[in-house]
T-cell receptor, first 110, second 113 residues
């Protein structure tokens, strides 16, 4: 089955700086890669996603890049704000089956 | 905005007891998933439905867990008997298929004592 690895497990950045979270996947047939943000005690919420026919996607301060050859994808958050503090999960999907990474706890330092 | 509904929000049960969780997906969503999330980890898929049919239950501990979606709408996940290691957040999610985004419910936090 699919295996998704996520790094780093924790990340602290100064407010205003950029944050980058990286994931690798094992199944070359995976074709959909969403990112979820989960605040303490709340549901995971989709923040951005990318499909395998696209190399990069951007939505305001958030961007995702995908390298199909290397089987890795990354989340980039620019101009970080205190409200960006949360746990972020990457995921890879094949045949509608979503496999999640282990999560990155992002802390924004004011 | 439509949401996935789950109940109960919290459940405390003693080991060896039976427990059940309920999920009502967003109207029109054909795919429904049950995930288990242990504190500090990512969600792990337990069972995946397409309408009323099970698509994948390979990670469901079938000796004690069961799931059904009889009319292809709402779903129930049952654990009998509960064990201490079952303590976790149980998340339900739904989608329209075709690798569309999944929408998660608020989950049921289960504590087994």
């Amino acid at each position: 089955g699919e295996n998704v690895e996520q790094h780093p497990s924790t990340l602290s950045v100064q407010e205003g700086d950029s944050a980058v979270i990286k994931c690798t996947y094992s199944d070359s047939a995976s074709n959909y890669f969403p990112w979820y943000k989960q605040e303490l005690g709340k549901r995971p919420q989709l923040i951005i996603d990318i499909r395998s026919n696209v190399g990069e996607k951007k939505d305001q301060r958030i961007a995702v890049t995908l390298n199909k050859t290397a089987k890795h994808f990354s989340l980039h958050i620019t101009e970080t704000q205190p409200e960006d503090s949360a746990v972020y999960f990457c995921a890879a999907s094949r045949n509608e089956k979503l496999t999640f990474g282990t999560g990155t706890r992002l802390t924004i330092i004011p | 905005e439509a949401e996935v509904a789950q109940s109960p929000r919290y459940k405390i049960t003693e080991k060896s007891q039976a427990v059940a969780f309920w999920c009502d997906p967003i109207s029109g969503h054909a795919t429904l998933y049950w995930y288990r999330q242990i504190l500090g980890q990512g969600p792990e898929l337990l069972v995946q439905f397409q309408d009323e049919s099970v698509v994948d239950d390979s990670q469901l501990p079938k000796d004690r867990f069961s799931a059904e979606r009889l009319k292809g709408v709402d779903s129930t996940l049952k654990i009998q008997p509960a064990e201490l290691g079952d303590s976790a957040m149980y998340l339900c999610a739904s989608g329209v298929g075709n690798n569309s985004p999944l929408h998660f419910g608020n989950g049921t936090r289960l504590t087994v004592t």
